[in-house]
Nanobody
Framework: QVQLVESGGGSVQAGGSLTLSCAAS????????MAWFRQAPGEEREGIACTDDDGRTTYRDSVKGRFTISKDNSKNTLYLHMINLKVDDTAMYSC??????????????????????WGQGTQVTVSA
C-alpha cells in the first residue's frame, strides 16, 4: 500500500511563490508516473504537471514557465515549485501516483482515472 502526504500549501498574495511537497511511503515502484492535480471550487479536477521514471516532465499550458515539478528519489518526495502565483491558481492541490508504467505526457494529465494513489491535498489560496 502506498501513502501520499502533501504539505506546503498556504495563503499568498498574487505574484508570490510556494513550494508544495508530496511524500510517498509504502511499496512504491521504480516504474512510475507522478503528477500534481488541482481542483478549484465548482470546477473539475485538472492535471497540471507530471514527471516519470524516465525523467519526462509535462505541464498544463496555464502553468508553463511558472511551475516546476521535480522529484527527490532519495527522499521519495515530489515537489511543485510555484512562482508568480495568480488568483486563478487558488485550488486544492493533490499529488497522484501511477505505478503501472504510465508515461508522463499531456494525455496522462487528462487521465486522472489512471492514477492509482492520491494524497489528501493541500490548499493554495492566492489573493489579489
Amino acid at each position: 500500500q502506498v501513502q501520499l502526504v502533501e504539505s506546503g500549501g498556504g495563503s499568498v498574495q498574487a505574484g508570490g511563490s510556494l513550494t508544495l511537497s508530496c511524500a510517498a511511503s509504502g511499496s512504491t515502484s521504480s516504474d512510475y508516473c507522478m503528477a500534481w492535480f488541482r481542483q478549484a471550487p465548482g470546477e473539475e479536477r485538472e492535471g497540471i504537471a507530471c514527471t516519470d521514471d524516465d525523467g519526462r516532465t509535462t505541464y498544463r499550458d496555464s502553468v508553463k514557465g511558472r511551475f516546476t515539478i521535480s522529484k527527490d528519489n532519495s527522499k521519495n518526495t515530489l515537489y511543485l515549485h510555484m512562482i508568480n502565483l495568480k488568483v486563478d491558481d487558488t485550488a486544492m492541490y493533490s499529488c497522484a501516483l501511477n505505478v503501472y508504467g504510465l508515461a508522463c505526457s499531456a494525455t496522462a494529465l487528462l487521465r486522472r482515472e489512471q492514477f492509482n494513489y492520491w494524497g489528501q491535498g493541500t490548499q493554495v489560496t492566492v489573493s489579489a
